[in-house]
């Protein structure tokens, strides 16, 4: 039972550079999610799904973009990498209904030079 | 849009002292949950709590929910060392938003043996 599988789970890269962060889960959730933790900042709500085909943004959108093409993969996209974007990022999945706890990835730390 | 405030940023206590951690909404909730992250770690869902007034207790972690639904506390009973980490709250304003938790910056408890 893997859970929530993200990779990679340590990347550097130069800003202008483009990457795209990879979010699996194998537990049917219909819900999935992209945060970012900086320090003091908690887990701020990047992206969301509620479900494939469905995506909506969240607390910090801006620089990133999602797609959920499947019920299994929510990957996030960074178009062109900025030092402000430095950051570890956790997806997150949970099943349909009101009332459910999140499963949160091991996150990616991803550095941008 | 929704607030999540949580206080105190940092906690020091020694092994055997009692912890607590604060949490508030500028807005009513639909539910709120507990998560904790291990150094290092990825968030793990404690408890949630939907009901106004409610209290709810796993071993020496004591949750509770306020009446109005605004806020929420976490206690811990005589700390251990495995205590260690970030606490945070996460409230969900339910209706067309349920998709979407709103996590406080959380709370770094030290605990000193």
């Known amino acids: 039972n893997a859970g929530v599988t993200q990779t990679p789970k340590f990347q550097v890269l130069k800003t202008g550079q483009s990457m795209t962060l990879q979010c699996a889960q194998d537990?049917?959730?219909?819900?999935m999610s992209w945060y970012r933790q900086d320090p003091g900042m908690g887990l701020r709500l990047i992206h969301y799904s509620v479900g494939a085909g469905i995506t909506d943004q969240g607390e910090v959108p801006n620089g990133y973009n999602v797609s959920r093409s499947t019920t299994e993969d929510f990957p996030l996209r960074l178009l062109s990498a900025a030092p402000s974007q430095t950051s570890v990022y956790f997806c997150a999945s949970r099943p349909t209904g009101p009332n459910q706890p999140q499963h949160f990835g091991d996150g990616t730390r991803l550095s941008i030079l | 849009g929704q607030q999540v405030m949580q206080i105190p940023q940092y906690q020091h206590v020694q092994e055997g002292e009692d912890f607590t951690t604060y949490c508030n909404s500028s807005?009513?909730?639909?539910?709120i949950q507990w998560y904790k992250q291990r150094p290092g770690g990825h968030p793990v869902f404690l408890i949630q709590?939907?009901?106004?007034?409610e209290v709810k207790k796993q071993k020496r972690l004591t949750f509770q929910f306020g009446e109005a639904k605004k806020n929420s506390s976490l206690h811990i009973t005589a700390t251990q060392t495995t205590d260690v980490g970030t606490y945070f709250c996460a409230g969900n304003a339910g209706g067309t938003s349920y998709g979407k938790l709103t996590f406080g910056q959380g709370t770094i408890l030290t605990v000193h043996p």
């Open positions: 807005t009513t909730l639909s539910n």
């Open positions: 709590l939907v009901k106004s007034g």
């Open positions: 537990m049917n959730h219909e819900y």
